[in-house]
């Protein structure tokens, strides 16, 4: 096995880069998910999970390393994070009243909770975060991190709820055969890393669940299979249109989930073309 790609998301949601190589340490990739949105309508930090057209902007990094975004709006525009009026157009393209936010210290936990529901009723907020018909079932929620309860995102990181997501060309591969009539495009399921393994079958990483994977020089322990949510169905562009099927078919065959959750045991480098060994 080895490294087809590595991902870098500068704004948490927004589409993301492939980068020849990134930095791992124990929080996770160097200069992944650095920024995120802030709803200034209900509170709290928000993910396409809530508003689904943040999936439809991509970000990248300037040349002053992670101080300052660039994002490209759907029609090319461009919004860089130092503009003074970044927030008024970053609104004004996702129809929602926001603003941009860098990451921010731990201790400020206030930053980090999570703001109020769309709705009074918690199992119907589940279902709408999480994208479930009514005779579907909900994740395991054991296997989050207990802070994520409380918190948008473990408090001094803007991820969802482990610092790194791996998937495979296997699983790309088996999504496309089962849903040739679904765009399957790697960005609808935003992994930092994907393994080339081969003609493989199926998903092989849900194997390495309890596993090592040494990957260049860094070491990770994958934690846990990664619960698929409503981000894997919205619409990402023209050529990558909202979907729920791909979301019903991973929910009911493959036990709701995509990709493997990991964390990060050794700090190290890791390149595309680095081989990929099982511990």
Known sequence: ?????????????????????????????????????????????????????????????????????????PDGRTIRSSDDDADDRLSEALGHRVTLWPLQPPEQLDHYRRGPADSDDPIAELRQIFGRDEDEPFPDFSIFPPEVMEFESPPGTYVDAFPVLVMTSSALRSLADALPDSVIDVRRFRPNLVVDTGHEPGHPEFSWVGKQLRVGSATFDVAAACPRCVMITREVSSTIPGDRAVLRHVVRELDQNVGVYATVSTPGIVSTGDTVTLV
């Open 1 to 73: 096995m080895d490294v087809a790609e590595v991902w870098q998301y500068p704004v948490k949601s927004m589409l993301g880069v492939r980068v020849g190589a990134a930095e791992f340490v124990t929080e996770g990739m160097v200069g992944d998910r650095t920024w995120a949105v802030r709803d200034e309508e209900r509170g709290g930090i928000r993910g396409a999970k809530k508003i689904g057209s943040l999936m439809q902007l991509a970000a990248r990094y300037l040349e002053n390393g992670f101080d300052e975004v660039e994002i490209e709006l």
